[in-house]
């Protein structure tokens, strides 16, 4: 089996910005895996399965500039930053990559019979 196409899952603390009309930013623990984000108060919450959210990379459009990636669902618009500039890159590529592959996924599965 070769890697190529292969989705790498990540995980690790991101800071996520506070709702309104509280300022300011949260850390918080994500995992992002087979097109799909989850995140916790901490990994050790994550781990007993306490989730704050979740969100379908394949029903959001995904924007990553000036260290920020901000994620633009139906609902809500979340942002999120990483802590520097390389953890920005492999956040990135990685979420872009799970977005591709989850739209393409969700593409195939579409029947219009």
């Not at 959001?60 to 139906?74: L, M």
Request: aromatic share 8%.
């Amino acid at each position: 089996g070769s890697s190529r196409g292969r989705l790498r899952n990540i995980r690790g603390v991101l800071l996520k910005k506070r709702k309104s009309p509280l300022k300011g930013w949260h850390k918080r623990y994500f995992v992002l895996e087979s097109g799909m984000l989850y995140w916790g108060r901490n990994r050790a919450h994550l781990d007993k399965g306490k989730r704050l959210g979740s969100i379908d990379l394949g029903l959001v459009v995904i924007t990553c500039e000036n260290r920020q990636i901000d994620i633009d669902g139906e609902n809500h618009v979340y942002h999120l930053r990483t802590e520097n500039a390389t953890q920005f890159s492999v956040w990135t590529s990685c979420f872009l990559s799970h977005e591709m592959h989850r739209k393409a996924q969700l593409a195939g599965m579409v029947d219009f019979s």
